[in-house]
Protein backbone atom coordinates (compact mmCIF):
# COMPACT_ATOMS: atom_id res chain seq x y z
CA UNK A 1 0.00 0.00 0.00
CA UNK A 2 1.14 3.36 -0.80
CA UNK A 3 1.52 6.05 1.57
CA UNK A 4 -0.15 9.71 1.19
CA UNK A 5 2.22 12.71 0.36
CA UNK A 6 0.71 13.86 3.90
CA UNK A 7 2.08 10.92 5.76
CA UNK A 8 -0.66 9.88 8.57
CA UNK A 9 -3.72 12.35 9.15
CA UNK A 10 -2.92 13.73 12.62
CA UNK A 11 -5.41 11.17 14.21
CA UNK A 12 -3.53 8.41 12.91
CA UNK A 13 -4.64 6.17 9.92
CA UNK A 14 -3.83 3.16 12.49
CA UNK A 15 -7.58 3.96 13.51
CA UNK A 16 -10.33 2.16 12.06
CA UNK A 17 -12.60 3.62 9.10
CA UNK A 18 -15.15 5.47 10.95
CA UNK A 19 -13.20 7.51 13.06
CA UNK A 20 -10.93 8.78 10.05
CA UNK A 21 -14.20 9.21 8.16
CA UNK A 22 -14.97 11.57 10.83
CA UNK A 23 -11.40 13.64 11.29
CA UNK A 24 -10.25 13.52 7.82
CA UNK A 25 -9.37 16.80 6.18
CA UNK A 26 -10.01 19.19 9.07
CA UNK A 27 -8.19 20.06 11.58
CA UNK A 28 -9.93 22.60 14.05
CA UNK A 29 -6.97 24.07 15.61
CA UNK A 30 -5.99 25.71 12.23
CA UNK A 31 -9.56 27.81 12.28
CA UNK A 32 -9.89 29.49 15.68
CA UNK A 33 -11.28 25.77 16.83
CA UNK A 34 -13.81 25.72 13.93
CA UNK A 35 -15.35 22.10 14.04
CA UNK A 36 -15.56 22.20 9.98
CA UNK A 37 -13.02 24.13 7.75
CA UNK A 38 -14.70 26.77 6.36
CA UNK A 39 -15.00 26.96 2.60
CA UNK A 40 -12.71 29.23 0.60
CA UNK A 41 -14.22 30.63 -2.24
CA UNK A 42 -10.94 31.92 -4.38
CA UNK A 43 -9.18 33.06 -7.74
CA UNK A 44 -6.80 35.02 -6.68
CA UNK A 45 -4.06 34.36 -3.97
CA UNK A 46 -1.93 37.43 -2.99
CA UNK A 47 1.57 37.76 -2.09
CA UNK A 48 3.50 39.82 0.51
CA UNK A 49 6.54 40.56 -2.00
CA UNK A 50 7.77 39.34 -5.33
CA UNK A 51 10.26 37.08 -3.27
CA UNK A 52 7.11 35.11 -1.84
CA UNK A 53 5.80 35.29 -5.66
CA UNK A 54 9.11 33.72 -6.86
CA UNK A 55 9.00 31.12 -4.46
CA UNK A 56 8.49 27.90 -5.90
CA UNK A 57 7.42 26.35 -2.81
CA UNK A 58 4.49 28.82 -2.21
CA UNK A 59 1.69 26.43 -1.47
CA UNK A 60 -1.19 28.08 -3.02
CA UNK A 61 -0.81 29.85 -5.88
CA UNK A 62 -4.07 30.53 -7.91
CA UNK A 63 -7.57 29.17 -7.15
CA UNK A 64 -7.85 26.74 -10.03
CA UNK A 65 -4.63 25.25 -9.29
CA UNK A 66 -5.17 24.50 -6.08
CA UNK A 67 -6.67 25.65 -2.70
CA UNK A 68 -7.15 24.79 0.82
CA UNK A 69 -10.38 23.52 0.37
CA UNK A 70 -9.38 21.53 -2.49
CA UNK A 71 -6.92 19.98 -0.76
CA UNK A 72 -8.37 19.33 2.17
CA UNK A 73 -11.03 16.96 0.09
CA UNK A 74 -8.11 15.45 -2.04
CA UNK A 75 -6.34 14.40 0.65
CA UNK A 76 -9.47 13.13 2.74
CA UNK A 77 -9.83 10.92 -0.13
CA UNK A 78 -6.68 10.04 -0.79
CA UNK A 79 -6.18 8.74 2.89
CA UNK A 80 -9.80 7.08 2.74
CA UNK A 81 -8.89 4.66 -0.22
CA UNK A 82 -4.33 4.68 0.38
CA UNK A 83 -3.67 6.77 -2.59
CA UNK A 84 -0.74 9.34 -2.33
CA UNK A 85 -2.70 12.42 -3.57
CA UNK A 86 -5.66 13.12 -5.92
CA UNK A 87 -7.18 15.64 -8.23
CA UNK A 88 -10.95 17.11 -7.98
CA UNK A 89 -12.88 18.15 -11.09
CA UNK A 90 -16.22 19.48 -11.54
CA UNK A 91 -18.17 16.52 -12.36
CA UNK A 92 -17.45 12.88 -12.48
CA UNK A 93 -16.96 12.38 -16.05
CA UNK A 94 -14.78 15.79 -15.95
CA UNK A 95 -12.48 13.51 -14.07
CA UNK A 96 -12.81 10.44 -15.94
CA UNK A 97 -11.96 12.43 -19.19
CA UNK A 98 -9.54 14.33 -17.47
CA UNK A 99 -7.32 11.55 -16.51
CA UNK A 100 -7.83 9.42 -19.12
CA UNK A 101 -6.72 12.06 -21.39
CA UNK A 102 -3.62 12.57 -19.45
CA UNK A 103 -2.38 8.99 -19.85
CA UNK A 104 -2.57 8.08 -23.54
CA UNK A 105 -1.85 9.67 -27.05
CA UNK A 106 -2.66 9.06 -30.60
CA UNK A 107 -1.86 5.66 -31.77
CA UNK A 108 -2.40 4.02 -28.68
CA UNK A 109 -4.75 1.11 -28.01
CA UNK A 110 -6.90 1.43 -24.80
CA UNK A 111 -8.92 -1.63 -23.40
CA UNK A 112 -12.53 -0.37 -21.77
CA UNK A 113 -14.88 -2.57 -19.90
CA UNK A 114 -18.09 -3.06 -21.57
CA UNK A 115 -20.56 -2.07 -18.50
CA UNK A 116 -18.92 1.14 -18.32
CA UNK A 117 -20.93 4.25 -17.30
CA UNK A 118 -22.24 5.82 -21.07
CA UNK A 119 -21.15 8.84 -20.85
CA UNK A 120 -17.61 7.13 -20.26
CA UNK A 121 -18.13 5.33 -23.69
CA UNK A 122 -19.53 8.36 -25.63
CA UNK A 123 -16.41 10.20 -24.81
CA UNK A 124 -14.51 6.88 -25.73
CA UNK A 125 -16.06 6.70 -29.15
CA UNK A 126 -16.29 10.39 -30.02
CA UNK A 127 -13.56 12.14 -28.31
CA UNK A 128 -11.05 9.47 -28.05
CA UNK A 129 -12.36 8.14 -31.34
CA UNK A 130 -11.48 11.82 -33.15
CA UNK A 131 -7.91 11.90 -31.70
CA UNK A 132 -6.73 8.38 -33.08
CA UNK A 133 -7.02 6.06 -29.41
CA UNK A 134 -8.29 2.64 -30.50
CA UNK A 135 -11.08 2.10 -27.90
CA UNK A 136 -11.45 -1.98 -27.34
CA UNK A 137 -14.73 -2.87 -25.13
CA UNK A 138 -13.98 -6.21 -23.06
CA UNK A 139 -16.29 -8.44 -21.39
CA UNK A 140 -16.08 -7.32 -17.75
CA UNK A 141 -15.77 -10.95 -16.68
CA UNK A 142 -12.96 -11.64 -18.62
CA UNK A 143 -10.61 -11.61 -15.54
CA UNK A 144 -6.78 -12.97 -16.41
CA UNK A 145 -8.21 -13.24 -20.01
CA UNK A 146 -7.17 -9.64 -20.42
CA UNK A 147 -3.27 -10.74 -20.67
CA UNK A 148 -4.71 -11.64 -24.70
CA UNK A 149 -6.12 -8.72 -25.47
CA UNK A 150 -3.45 -6.64 -24.26
CA UNK A 151 -0.99 -5.38 -27.68
CA UNK A 152 2.19 -3.26 -27.86
CA UNK A 153 0.27 -0.09 -27.62
CA UNK A 154 -1.91 -1.02 -25.49
CA UNK A 155 -2.03 2.05 -22.63
CA UNK A 156 -4.50 1.81 -20.44
CA UNK A 157 -7.07 -0.47 -19.20
CA UNK A 158 -10.41 1.22 -17.56
CA UNK A 159 -12.16 -0.47 -15.65
CA UNK A 160 -15.86 0.03 -13.55
CA UNK A 161 -16.33 -2.09 -10.61
CA UNK A 162 -19.33 -3.63 -10.17
CA UNK A 163 -20.48 -2.10 -13.84
CA UNK A 164 -23.10 0.00 -14.91
CA UNK A 165 -26.63 -1.40 -14.91
CA UNK A 166 -25.78 -5.17 -14.66
CA UNK A 167 -23.17 -4.62 -12.33
CA UNK A 168 -20.56 -7.19 -12.77
CA UNK A 169 -17.95 -7.03 -10.05
CA UNK A 170 -14.04 -7.70 -12.41
CA UNK A 171 -11.40 -9.32 -10.82
CA UNK A 172 -9.58 -6.49 -10.18
CA UNK A 173 -6.71 -8.56 -8.90
CA UNK A 174 -6.43 -10.60 -12.01
CA UNK A 175 -6.86 -7.87 -14.24
CA UNK A 176 -4.08 -5.44 -12.53
CA UNK A 177 -1.68 -9.00 -12.29
CA UNK A 178 -1.94 -9.03 -16.32
CA UNK A 179 -1.21 -5.46 -16.82
CA UNK A 180 1.61 -4.96 -14.60
CA UNK A 181 3.28 -8.00 -16.43
CA UNK A 182 2.99 -5.74 -19.45
CA UNK A 183 3.94 -1.91 -18.22
CA UNK A 184 0.15 -0.70 -18.85
CA UNK A 185 -1.72 1.74 -16.41
CA UNK A 186 -4.82 0.54 -14.69
CA UNK A 187 -7.78 2.96 -14.10
CA UNK A 188 -11.06 2.39 -12.47
CA UNK A 189 -14.05 3.95 -11.91
CA UNK A 190 -14.75 3.20 -8.04
CA UNK A 191 -18.26 5.06 -7.64
CA UNK A 192 -20.14 2.30 -6.69
CA UNK A 193 -17.96 2.00 -3.07
CA UNK A 194 -17.66 5.40 -2.25
CA UNK A 195 -13.84 4.95 -2.12
CA UNK A 196 -15.53 3.58 1.42
CA UNK A 197 -16.29 -0.62 0.96
CA UNK A 198 -13.79 -1.45 -1.70
CA UNK A 199 -9.95 0.17 -2.19
CA UNK A 200 -8.80 -0.79 -5.71
CA UNK A 201 -5.39 1.21 -4.99
CA UNK A 202 -4.47 -1.74 -2.50
CA UNK A 203 -5.03 -4.33 -5.28
CA UNK A 204 -2.41 -2.39 -7.42
CA UNK A 205 -5.10 -0.01 -9.59
CA UNK A 206 -2.94 3.14 -10.44
CA UNK A 207 -5.65 5.69 -10.46
CA UNK A 208 -9.22 5.63 -9.04
CA UNK A 209 -12.01 7.95 -10.08
CA UNK A 210 -15.25 8.36 -8.67
CA UNK A 211 -18.30 10.30 -9.17
CA UNK A 212 -18.12 12.31 -5.69
CA UNK A 213 -21.82 13.44 -6.91
CA UNK A 214 -23.13 10.07 -5.61
CA UNK A 215 -22.53 8.65 -2.42
CA UNK A 216 -19.92 10.92 -0.92
CA UNK A 217 -22.21 14.02 -1.63
CA UNK A 218 -25.35 11.65 -1.28
CA UNK A 219 -27.91 14.36 -0.88
CA UNK A 220 -28.62 15.00 -4.51
CA UNK A 221 -27.25 18.70 -4.58
CA UNK A 222 -23.02 18.03 -5.44
CA UNK A 223 -21.89 18.00 -8.81
CA UNK A 224 -18.07 17.00 -8.00
CA UNK A 225 -15.80 14.26 -9.03
CA UNK A 226 -12.23 13.01 -8.05
CA UNK A 227 -9.30 10.82 -9.26
CA UNK A 228 -6.73 9.68 -7.12
CA UNK A 229 -3.48 8.39 -7.81
CA UNK A 230 -1.37 5.65 -6.04
CA UNK A 231 2.08 6.88 -6.05
CA UNK A 232 3.94 10.55 -6.71
CA UNK A 233 4.59 9.79 -10.11
CA UNK A 234 0.82 8.95 -11.54
CA UNK A 235 -0.06 11.99 -9.33
CA UNK A 236 2.69 14.05 -11.83
CA UNK A 237 1.00 12.84 -14.41
CA UNK A 238 -2.52 13.56 -13.41
CA UNK A 239 -2.00 17.00 -12.50
CA UNK A 240 -0.49 18.20 -15.25
CA UNK A 241 -3.33 16.61 -16.88
CA UNK A 242 -5.59 18.69 -15.01
CA UNK A 243 -3.23 21.74 -15.33
CA UNK A 244 -3.70 21.53 -19.16
CA UNK A 245 -7.42 21.03 -19.34
CA UNK A 246 -7.98 23.77 -16.65
CA UNK A 247 -10.24 20.90 -14.76
CA UNK A 248 -10.84 21.99 -11.14
CA UNK A 249 -14.04 22.05 -8.56
CA UNK A 250 -15.68 24.71 -6.85
CA UNK A 251 -15.11 25.36 -3.03
CA UNK A 252 -18.51 25.39 -2.30
CA UNK A 253 -18.87 21.84 -3.67
CA UNK A 254 -15.82 20.66 -2.29
CA UNK A 255 -17.22 21.47 1.38
CA UNK A 256 -20.24 20.15 0.69
CA UNK A 257 -18.43 17.10 -0.05
CA UNK A 258 -15.96 17.33 2.79
CA UNK A 259 -19.78 17.52 4.96
CA UNK A 260 -21.49 14.10 3.06
CA UNK A 261 -18.00 12.55 3.96
CA UNK A 262 -18.68 12.61 7.64
CA UNK A 263 -21.93 10.36 7.16
CA UNK A 264 -21.67 8.17 4.16
CA UNK A 265 -20.97 5.23 6.25
CA UNK A 266 -23.89 5.21 8.19
CA UNK A 267 -25.89 6.19 5.07
CA UNK A 268 -24.46 3.66 2.52
CA UNK A 269 -24.57 0.88 5.61
CA UNK A 270 -28.86 1.84 6.26
CA UNK A 271 -29.28 2.21 2.09
CA UNK A 272 -27.92 -1.56 1.66
CA UNK A 273 -29.78 -2.80 4.46
CA UNK A 274 -32.93 -1.60 2.42
CA UNK A 275 -31.79 -2.83 -0.59
CA UNK A 276 -31.23 -6.06 0.66
CA UNK A 277 -34.99 -6.53 2.00
CA UNK A 278 -35.90 -5.04 -1.26
CA UNK A 279 -33.53 -7.03 -3.63
CA UNK A 280 -34.55 -10.08 -1.81
CA UNK A 281 -38.63 -9.52 -1.72
CA UNK A 282 -38.25 -8.77 -5.69
CA UNK A 283 -36.16 -11.65 -6.36
CA UNK A 284 -40.05 -13.18 -5.47
CA UNK A 285 -41.78 -11.49 -8.18
CA UNK A 286 -43.13 -13.57 -10.93
CA UNK A 287 -43.07 -10.35 -13.24
CA UNK A 288 -39.24 -10.20 -12.87
CA UNK A 289 -36.82 -12.26 -15.17
CA UNK A 290 -33.44 -11.21 -13.22
CA UNK A 291 -32.60 -9.05 -9.75
CA UNK A 292 -28.91 -7.73 -10.12
CA UNK A 293 -27.49 -6.93 -7.06
CA UNK A 294 -24.08 -8.47 -6.15
CA UNK A 295 -24.80 -9.15 -2.65
CA UNK A 296 -27.53 -11.32 -3.13
CA UNK A 297 -26.38 -15.07 -3.05
CA UNK A 298 -28.56 -15.77 -6.42
CA UNK A 299 -26.20 -13.15 -8.31
CA UNK A 300 -23.07 -14.46 -10.54
CA UNK A 301 -21.27 -11.78 -9.44
CA UNK A 302 -21.65 -12.66 -5.39
CA UNK A 303 -18.05 -14.61 -5.14
CA UNK A 304 -16.30 -12.23 -6.24
CA UNK A 305 -18.45 -8.90 -4.49
CA UNK A 306 -17.50 -11.48 -1.20
CA UNK A 307 -14.22 -11.91 -1.71
CA UNK A 308 -13.19 -8.08 -2.42
CA UNK A 309 -15.97 -5.72 -1.32
CA UNK A 310 -16.64 -5.33 2.67
CA UNK A 311 -20.15 -3.56 2.16
CA UNK A 312 -22.85 -2.93 -0.56
CA UNK A 313 -25.07 0.11 -1.40
CA UNK A 314 -28.59 1.03 -2.63
CA UNK A 315 -28.34 -0.15 -6.01
CA UNK A 316 -30.47 -2.49 -7.88
CA UNK A 317 -31.28 -3.59 -11.13
CA UNK A 318 -34.39 -5.05 -12.65
CA UNK A 319 -35.02 -7.08 -15.85
CA UNK A 320 -38.87 -7.50 -16.08
CA UNK A 321 -39.94 -10.22 -17.99
CA UNK A 322 -41.17 -8.84 -21.64
CA UNK A 323 -44.70 -7.07 -21.82
CA UNK A 324 -46.35 -4.83 -23.80
CA UNK A 325 -44.74 -0.82 -22.98
CA UNK A 326 -47.73 -0.24 -21.44
CA UNK A 327 -47.18 -2.04 -18.56
CA UNK A 328 -43.97 -1.15 -18.37
CA UNK A 329 -45.38 2.47 -17.98
CA UNK A 330 -47.82 2.07 -16.23
CA UNK A 331 -45.61 0.40 -13.49
CA UNK A 332 -43.42 2.94 -13.71
CA UNK A 333 -46.27 6.04 -13.51
CA UNK A 334 -47.93 4.88 -10.59
CA UNK A 335 -45.02 4.79 -8.21
CA UNK A 336 -44.89 7.29 -5.36
CA UNK A 337 -41.74 6.76 -3.66
CA UNK A 338 -39.50 6.07 -7.35
CA UNK A 339 -39.22 9.48 -9.19
CA UNK A 340 -37.90 8.51 -12.79
CA UNK A 341 -33.94 10.86 -12.31
CA UNK A 342 -30.85 10.39 -13.32
CA UNK A 343 -27.90 9.52 -10.40
CA UNK A 344 -27.69 7.62 -7.55
CA UNK A 345 -25.99 7.77 -3.64
CA UNK A 346 -28.93 10.25 -2.54
CA UNK A 347 -30.89 9.62 0.53
CA UNK A 348 -34.19 9.40 -1.67
CA UNK A 349 -35.27 6.77 -3.84
CA UNK A 350 -35.21 6.84 -7.81
CA UNK A 351 -35.97 4.65 -10.50
CA UNK A 352 -33.82 5.42 -14.04
CA UNK A 353 -35.08 3.51 -17.09
CA UNK A 354 -31.99 1.89 -18.24
CA UNK A 355 -31.27 1.47 -22.65
CA UNK A 356 -28.42 -1.14 -22.39
CA UNK A 357 -28.98 -2.46 -26.29
CA UNK A 358 -27.05 0.76 -27.11
CA UNK A 359 -24.15 0.80 -24.64
CA UNK A 360 -23.23 -2.82 -25.25
CA UNK A 361 -20.93 -4.71 -27.90
CA UNK A 362 -18.41 -7.05 -25.95
CA UNK A 363 -21.41 -8.27 -24.97
CA UNK A 364 -24.16 -7.71 -26.57
CA UNK A 365 -27.67 -6.81 -24.89
CA UNK A 366 -30.12 -9.14 -26.32
CA UNK A 367 -33.17 -9.42 -23.58
CA UNK A 368 -36.47 -7.88 -24.53
CA UNK A 369 -38.13 -6.97 -21.31
CA UNK A 370 -37.47 -3.54 -19.95
CA UNK A 371 -34.40 -3.12 -17.44
CA UNK A 372 -34.89 -0.68 -14.72
CA UNK A 373 -32.12 0.57 -12.02
CA UNK A 374 -33.33 1.85 -8.42
CA UNK A 375 -31.76 3.90 -5.86
CA UNK A 376 -32.69 2.38 -2.91
CA UNK A 377 -32.76 5.84 -0.19
CA UNK A 378 -33.48 6.18 2.89
CA UNK A 379 -37.33 5.77 3.49
CA UNK A 380 -38.87 3.25 5.30
CA UNK A 381 -38.38 -0.07 3.25
CA UNK A 382 -42.30 -1.23 4.16
CA UNK A 383 -43.07 1.70 1.88
CA UNK A 384 -41.20 1.01 -0.66
CA UNK A 385 -41.90 -2.48 -0.93
CA UNK A 386 -45.66 -1.49 -0.64
CA UNK A 387 -45.47 1.58 -3.21
CA UNK A 388 -44.03 -1.25 -5.98
CA UNK A 389 -46.60 -4.57 -4.86
CA UNK A 390 -48.80 -1.43 -6.52
CA UNK A 391 -47.42 -1.34 -9.54
CA UNK A 392 -46.76 -4.87 -9.91
CA UNK A 393 -50.23 -4.92 -9.90
CA UNK A 394 -50.61 -2.44 -12.76
CA UNK A 395 -47.96 -4.05 -14.49
CA UNK A 396 -50.34 -7.44 -14.64
CA UNK A 397 -53.27 -5.97 -15.88
CA UNK A 398 -52.04 -4.36 -18.25
CA UNK A 399 -49.89 -7.61 -19.81
CA UNK A 400 -52.63 -9.46 -19.90
C1 LIG B 1 -22.80 9.23 -12.34
C2 LIG B 1 -21.62 8.43 -12.69
C3 LIG B 1 -20.47 9.05 -13.21
C4 LIG B 1 -20.41 10.50 -13.58
O1 LIG B 1 -20.50 11.35 -12.51
P1 LIG B 1 -21.05 12.85 -12.64
O2 LIG B 1 -20.66 13.45 -11.36
O3 LIG B 1 -22.52 12.75 -12.85
O4 LIG B 1 -20.37 13.46 -13.83
C5 LIG B 1 -19.37 8.26 -13.44
N1 LIG B 1 -19.39 6.94 -13.20
C6 LIG B 1 -20.47 6.32 -12.72
C7 LIG B 1 -20.41 4.85 -12.47
C8 LIG B 1 -21.62 7.04 -12.46
O5 LIG B 1 -22.71 6.40 -12.02
Redesign the pocket.
Known sequence: MSKTKSGKSKQGSSHGENTRLVHLGRDPDVYFGLANLPVGRVSTIMYPSLQAYENPNHKFRYGRTGNPTSEAFEMAMAELEGGYNAITA???????TTSILAFVKTGDHILVCDS??P??RQFCDDTLARMGVEVEYYDPLIGKGIGKLIRRNTALIYM?SPG?ATFEVQDVPAIVLEAKKKGVTTMI?N??SGGLIFKPINHGVNVS??????YVGGHSDV???IAIADSEKTYKTLKRGALNLGTCAAPDELWLALRGLRTMAVRMKQNAQNAMKIAQWLEKRPEIKRVYYPPLKSDPNYKLWKRDFSGANGLIAILLKEAPKKAVYDFVNGLKLFPIG????GYESLLQPQYLEKFRSAVPWTEKGACLRFQIGLEDPEDLIADLEKGFERFRKASR
Open positions: SSGLAAIIYPTESDSWVQSITKSLGSSWG
